[in-house]
């Protein structure tokens, strides 16, 4: 019986965990981060999608942060967890305007 609640308690813990993962959708138009700044929760998805007609080259300025999708073509989407607390610098690597913040918290 304490076996089959431990097994109950895991399975919750497991199902919750992935409940509260969310993810995130940054567009890429005209040149510009939709939305500049996003506040989201260690362990969520961002997914960046690149509505322009030209390439971008997304990656994390901030030190300690492992963000490249490197050459992204028009169309192309692609996804990445987060895990780093604190805030986040993401450029392109060919458009030095291209900025935006994510704040992540625990
Ligand atoms: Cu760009």
């Known amino acids: 019986m304490k076996r089959l609640a431990a097994l ?14 969310e993810d995130h959708i940054v567009t890429q138009g005209g040149k510009k981060f939709s939305p500049a700044v996003l506040n ?13 007609k ?13 963000i ?13 967890t987060i895990d780093h607390v604190g805030s986040i610098d993401i450029r392109c690597a060919i458009h030095p305007k291209m900025k935006m913040v994510i704040n992540v918290t625990e």
């Open 40 to 52: 989201i929760s260690a362990g969520d998805t961002v997914t960046f999608v690149n509505d322009d």
């Open 54 to 66: 030209s390439r971008h080259n997304i990656y994390s300025k901030t030190d300690g942060v492992n």
């Open 8 to 21: 109950i308690v895991s399975a919750l813990v497991l199902v919750s965990g992935s409940a509260f993962a």
């Open 68 to 80: 490249k999708i490197k050459k992204q073509k028009p169309g192309d989407r692609d996804t990445v």
